[in-house]
């Protein structure tokens, strides 16, 4: 009979481990920093700024508004928001919110646009509709007279339908645009 218990026992040791072995198991995948996982459609990285206890980069969902992400951040029910459409305002990759307390214990907050060079370490993609001479100074192998002549491309031709309309700017050839392409 003791024969007849031990093997029970190897039996249904073996019922046990028999599935974790044949399901097996591995490591999960390892990832970079936070700051610097690649671009992805899903959300928008807007930086929250000034008066907060955490301030820094966040990942909202798509089609977050400005008065979601004052009540996850913001512990103040008086916000005056100094831009046009109030807390309905649309947030978008790549802006700031700068969030400052007024002496009338209001809260106020501020929406700017992250500079290119933010942007690009973030892997948030360029606009070059609404880059200044600044932001396309900052762009690899781009210089600050060619830059100046892209800006004033787009004040004088109209806004840029695709990258490749930047091969009208002298000084822009497909191997410079091949450079630049990706971090638009």
Request: no cysteine; glycine share 10%.
């Amino acid at each position: 009979m003791e024969r007849h218990h031990r093997f029970m026992l190897w039996f249904v040791a073996l019922v046990l481990i028999l599935p974790l072995l044949l399901k097996g198991h591995s490591s999960p995948e390892k990832q970079g920093a936070v700051a610097f996982l690649p671009y992805t459609a899903r959300g928008i990285s807007v930086r929250l700024a000034g008066e907060l206890s955490a301030p820094g980069v966040y990942k909202f969902p798509d089609g977050s508004r400005l008065s979601t992400v004052t009540k996850m951040t913001v512990y103040s029910p008086e916000v005056y928001v100094a831009e046009r459409g109030g807390v309905d305002l649309p947030l978008h990759n790549g802006d700031i919110l700068q969030v400052v307390s007024t002496p009338s214990q209001h809260i106020r907050i501020t929406v700017k646009k992250m500079r290119a060079p933010e942007r690009m370490a973030l892997g948030i993609p360029l606009d070059p509709n609404l880059m200044d001479q600044d932001d396309w100074d900052a762009l690899p192998g781009i210089g600050p007279q060619l830059a100046e002549r892209i800006v004033y491309d787009r004040q004088i031709n109209g806004d840029f339908k695709a990258v490749e309309d930047l091969l009208r700017v002298s000084g822009i050839g497909k191997g410079k645009l091949g450079k630049i392409k990706s971090f638009f």
